[in-house]
């Protein structure tokens, strides 16, 4: 048997991107080579445009009922407000960004993909290698049970910002790391901040915060690369202290967290890694796969969700036209430069999130603080909000 598409890698732009083809009565298949889902919270905004997308599959609904709506984002440096970013206008139905946990998006995409094609999602099922065709794509795997074979007309690689799928293909994807280091935590909520997103702009570093349901909301905390503890705590990647990230938050914001609450701590890098091609053939890179930015202002998992919406009618036209046994090498050409100014552009916001929130002097600071406020208090305010609900992305 021939799928329409198989995709390779189970997260949250896979399942998407599997779902959304089922909804055009496409064959799909899901080969995801960890056996359990993870249950990490990890990202957490979903975007309006990705809203958007999700409902075509039936998903926003549901999601939006369980996330907290983020409205406004407030910005805050020295003790003072500077200003606030209100998203009542980025949409006519999602004037908000949906504030989740990935492992519960994740969960109600495949309950989602289950409904649309069931049992299209095989766990424990790791890709070994492929060969394209001129008319189809084999596929060699490797689950539980031993070998696995398959065939597709196309093939969606979603595995991850380490893709060894793209590996495979030999497609260059150049990595550029970032010295900023981060550590984030989720602990029960008792600032009295609200459903309001907390950008804080402080000379020793950013400190952001988002509320969560369930009461809880998350902190994220650029590292003093001159503090020997923070360097530490970020180095290995382990999960720093909740005491740490409490006591950075102190520190730089005056507000008291609980660490003793904390549900959830991690330390993160930043690098941008952008694949040269994203499509080889009959194989397109989606997601991380595709492109992987500064996870600073949450556009990384919208972006891929993104990447599938816009891929799933290009795959549906080419399947439409002699069953897809015939590839028009250009096919993908509109799609693919359409993307790649669209990253570019994701890219460029999410550099200067990072900048903004990076360690300054008393001067730049001052200079900073004033530009900032000036900017939440124009007409230019208007233009923030849709940039950072990924408006013209």
Known sequence: MTHDVVVVGGGPVGVLAAALLAARGLDVAVWERR??????SRAIGVHPPSLDVLDR????????????????????SGGRTLGTVSFDRAHP?????????????????????????PGSLRRGLSLDGL????????????????????????????????????????IDAPLRRYPDRYVMCDVADDTGLGADAVVHLE????????????GVRRFVVLLDPDAPGDGLAAEG???????????????????????????????????????????????????DAAHEISPIGGQGMNLGWLDAD??????????????GRRLDPTVFRAYEEARRRSVARSARQAEINM????????????????????????????LLASLYSMRFV
């Open 310 to 323: 816009a891929v799933a009618p290009v795959l549906a036209r080419a399947l439409r036209s002699a069953g």
């Open 93 to 117: 139905r999602w004037p908000f960004v949906a504030a989740l946990p990935q492992h519960r998006t994740e969960q109600l995409l495949r309950d989602r993909l289950e409904s649309l094609a």
């Open 237 to 287: 990647g382990a999960a720093p202290d909740a005491e740490l990230v409490a006591g950075l938050v102190a520190e730089r914001t005056g507000l008291d967290i609980d660490p003793g609450t904390a549900t959830m701590t991690s330390a993160f890098g930043v690098q941008r890694r952008l694949a040269r091609r994203t499509v080889a053939g009959r194989v397109v890179l989606i997601g």
């Open 203 to 214: 000379r020793r570093g950013v400190v952001e915060s988002f509320p969560l349901p369930g």
């Open 355 to 382: 900048a903004l929130g990076r360690p300054v002097g008393p001067v730049v600071g001052a200079t900073r603080q004033v530009g900032l406020s000036a900017a939440l208090h124009l007409p230019t305010r208007r």
């Open 57 to 76: 599959v039936g998903a926003a609904e549901p999601l939006v009922a369980d996330a907290v709506p983020v409205r406004r984002g407030v910005a805050r």
């Open 131 to 170: 060969e394209q065709e001129p008319d189809r794509v084999l596929l060699r795997g490797t689950s539980d049970d031993g070998p696995v074979e398959a065939a597709a007309r196309f093939v969606l690689a979603a595995d991850g910002a380490r893709s060894p799928l793209r590996d495979a293909l030999g």
């Open 35 to 40: 056996a359990e889902a993870p249950s990490l």
